[in-house]
């Protein structure tokens, strides 16, 4: 009668002990566990770039390492609490003050305004047509110049473009003889012609294009000037610019947007061109000139 009591009592023990003999092989081993949290830890968008380590030694699980914020810190805590098979979890994180510091950063970048962009300094173009009033720094002449010669100048009178400094006065200026021809004694005319070739600013050369100045003396007392380019024939004698020439002046007749050269013809009818001359010539190109220096 009594051992068919006990019986049952030994069955139940026994299911008992197999129960948690099964529990515990099904239990995950440590290395799984550590990896289980780190895989979802590293999957986790709160979580995947706090790159911390995960420990477990008998379900027991430990975190280590920096965290990027104090809810990564949280959430991360929280996955390993979550995985079946850690009773404990010894969370040893620590925030990166580094990344505190340039999430602070960010939004106030963020919220500062754009700095003002200023615009960018335009280059100034003299356009076509524009009278260059120059003054010579030599003599010329149909007899002594020769075709192709180089003569410098000075400019006489700045130029603006829309109310704005393009030329300023005293710029140096370099030109060429064109057609230099010596009157004979007997026949033929006395003729010279120039043109402006490019003007130095500032350490700089620009190149320019301008109308070709012609003047020649034939017969007794007689003298013509003309441009290229059209316009009508005159000229006019002056005396010298700016600080006053050396003997008369070739002058600038500035009529319907064309500039005009006398020829000053000497005893034996030679067109001369004393230093210190005014003379005018035009733009038959824009001048396009880099922009001006930021103060």
């Known amino acids: 009668m009594c051992n068919s009591r006990r019986l049952p009592i030994s069955t139940a023990i026994l299911s008992i002990l197999l129960a948690l003999l099964m529990a515990c092989s099904r239990r995950p081993s440590d290395d799984q566990i550590a990896k289980?949290?780190?895989?979802?830890?590293?999957?986790?968008?709160d979580t995947k770039e706090s790159p911390v380590k995960v420990e477990a030694k008998e379900g027991r699980v430990t975190l280590s390492g920096k965290v990027?914020?104090?809810?990564?810190q949280k959430k991360l805590e929280q996955i390993a609490r979550e995985e079946p098979g850690s009773p404990s979890v010894d969370d040893q994180t620590t925030i990166d003050p580094d990344a505190i510091a340039s999430q602070q950063v960010a939004p106030a970048m963020a919220a500062a305004p754009p700095p003002v962009q200023r615009p960018k300094p335009q280059p100034v173009v003299v356009p076509a047509g524009t009278t260059l009033t120059v003054t010579t720094s030599q003599a010329l002449s149909s007899k002594n110049s020769q075709a192709g010669e180089?003569?410098?100048?000075v400019l006489a009178q700045p130029v603006s473009v829309q109310g704005r400094p393009a030329l300023p006065r005293g710029a140096t200026?370099?030109?060429?003889?064109v057609t230099a021809k010596a009157k004979g004694k007997v026949k033929g005319q006395g003729e010279l012609s120039?043109?402006?070739t490019s003007i130095s600013l500032e350490h700089h050369t620009f190149d320019l294009q301008t109308s070709v100045l012609s003047s020649t003396s034939k017969g007794k007392g007689k003298r013509t000037a003309a441009t290229t380019g059209?316009?009508?024939?005159?000229?006019?004698?002056?005396?010298g610019i700016a600080g006053g020439g050396k003997?008369?002046?070739?002058g600038a007749l500035i009529g319907a947007g064309a500039g005009f050269i006398g020829g000053a013809a000497t005893g034996n009818k030679q067109v001369e061109i004393p230093a210190e001359s005014a003379l005018s010539f035009v733009l038959s190109e824009s001048l396009t000139l880099s922009p001006p220096l930021e103060p």
């Open 194 to 196: 120039l043109t402006l």
């Open 173 to 177: 200026v370099s030109g060429r003889v």
């Open 230 to 239: 059209g316009g009508a024939a005159g000229g006019a004698l002056i005396g």
């Open 68 to 72: 990027q914020t104090p809810a990564a």
């Open 247 to 250: 003997g008369a002046g070739i």
């Open 150 to 153: 180089t003569f410098l100048a």
């Open 36 to 45: 289980d949290i780190q895989d979802k830890a590293a999957a986790d968008p």
